[in-house]
Structure formats: C-alpha cells, structure tokens
C-alpha cells in the first residue's frame, strides 16, 4: 500500500516548487532527502519535510505481514499544484498602487516499493 502525506498552503509559489519536484522525482527516499538537504533552494526544506512525513506514513501503516523496508522505498508520484493567491497593494508613485501576488501551493507525495 502506497505511503502519502501532503502539505498545503505552502508559501512558495508552484513555478518554483516543481523545479525542485522534478529532480526529486522517481529517485530512492534516502537519496531525495540526502540531496534536498543539501540544495540550495527555498523549496527544498518544505519537500524534505513532506517526504520525511510520507516516510513515517509508510513505517506506520507497516504491519507484521507487510514490513516496509525504508531503504527500499521509491518517491512514487510527487507533484505541486497552485494554491490560492494572496493579493496584496504595493504603493507606488504619484498615488498609484500595483498589487503583489503571494502565490501559494500545494504539495503532495506518494511513495512506493521499489
């Protein structure tokens, strides 16, 4: 049975959350962790923890008839959706005002057996 866990409203936009998403994607859990640790982007941290949480999902749904072996385990389907956008006024010049998007996402994991 296929381990999951999510997060939602996460304050990064989509654009930026699946350049890191595509290179997690299919690779093994140990490694993904390993790599989202040590990369350098904002989205990196919200990933890690959401597959950290899909990791614990996976050991708990883990019976004695059907142990999960982590070290096996495989970042089945990763994807980040848009979430909704806050709008928000910047002032500008001469009584203008631009509005700033603070976009959001949503984020969801599925592991597997590899």
């Known amino acids: 049975m296929p381990a999951k866990a999510s997060a939602k409203f996460v304050r ?6 699946r350049q890191v998403v595509n ?3 299919g690779m093994n ?5 390993n790599v989202l640790k040590h990369m350098n982007k904002g989205a990196a941290l919200p ?5 950290k949480s899909a990791v614990a999902n996976a050991t708990d749904l883990a019976s004695e ?3 999960v072996d982590v070290d096996r385990l495989v970042v ?11 709008k928000r006024i910047r002032a500008r010049a001469q009584g203008r005002a631009y509005r700033v998007r603070k976009r959001t996402s949503h984020l969801f994991v599925e592991l597997g057996q590899k």
């Open 47 to 51: 990933i890690y923890r959401v597959i």
């Open 12 to 17: 990064i936009s989509p654009f930026k959350m």
């Open 29 to 33: 859990v140990n490694e993904a962790m």
């Open 76 to 86: 089945a389907t990763i994807y980040a959706d848009e979430g909704p956008t806050m």
């Open 65 to 67: 008839q059907n142990p």
């Open 23 to 25: 290179i997690v994607r």
